[in-house]
């Protein structure tokens, strides 16, 4: 999703396979969009499929979502035989054509946008979504580590700060702003003491409280996880008291 409708403007966030987009307007071959998280953007209309009638009145009796960094989906329950149709990552939600049974047990038929079906593999996926506890966000978290730093990321091709935090929220059922600045100032946290910060914690970086410009998720131990440049581009885990994020937290926040 770009600022203005050319490739050369500023990324400002991504939109996943799969997931509805409201197009605001439409110019030259590019729309402008908002995603569930009301953030907006111009996409490339050939990257984006409209929905049909047909798309709608589809009834899947099943949906999965993405449970892996990165997923293929194959054409065959064979993941020697062809190359991979897609690879999709984290979090992206796929309709169930059918559940694969005898030779084709342990995958599922899934239905893609443009109307092809494609086979993945059970273990890529997990059939019941649910809301994490602080402690299995956390784990979730972990397993990120070394992904690497992608401005405008919010997927596990690349995250970039909010995005990342975002993910981490979302996994507890929670929906919040996309930017840092938005997540800090966002009615749905409350103001926390560095002093009494637990587990689950948000914290967020800046020149001013004014000027947020990084956020983390605390984990304990004085430690925190988030996806920075600093030192090298990626998922990582800092200490708090370590510059230069001790001098730069400018604010802590607890979800409500």
Excluded at 17 to 40: C, F, H, I, N, Q
Excluded at 123 to 128: K, Y
Aim: proline share 4%.
């Amino acid at each position: 999703m770009y600022s203005k409708a050319s490739e050369d403007a500023e990324v400002v966030s991504q939109a996943i396979y799969g997931s509805p987009l409201k197009v605001l307007e439409e110019s030259e071959g590019w729309a402008r969009v908002r995603t569930a998280d009301d953030y907006t953007g111009w996409v490339r209309l050939d990257a984006a499929r409209r929905r049909s009638s047909d798309d709608v009145d589809h009834a899947s009796p099943k949906t999965v979502w993405i449970n892996t960094q990165l997923a293929n989906l194959y054409r065959e329950t064979d993941v020697t035989a062809h190359r991979p149709m897609l690879s999709l990552p984290f979090e992206t939600r796929l309709e169930v054509e059918k559940e694969g049974t005898g030779d084709d047990q342990g995958w599922f038929e899934v239905r893609l946008l443009d109307g092809r079906t494609a086979w993945i593999q059970a273990g890529d996926v997990i059939v019941d979504s649910h809301s994490l506890t602080i402690a299995e966000s956390i784990a979730l978290a972990k397993r990120f580590l070394g992904v690497t730093y992608l401005w405008g990321g919010r997927s596990s091709l690349g995250y970039d700060c909010s995005g990342f935090t975002q993910m981490l929220v979302r996994s507890r059922g929670i929906n919040m702003p996309r930017d840092a600045d938005l997540q800090a100032a966002w009615n749905g946290v409350e103001p926390v003491d560095r002093k009494r910060l637990r587990p689950g914690d948000l914290l967020f970086f800046g020149s001013s409280a004014d000027h947020i410009t990084h956020t983390g998720m605390y984990i304990g131990h004085g430690q925190f996880i988030h996806d920075t440049t600093h030192g090298h581009p990626g998922v990582q885990i800092s200490r708090l008291r370590d510059q230069p994020w001790t001098q730069l937290l400018v604010a802590c926040r607890r979800v409500k």
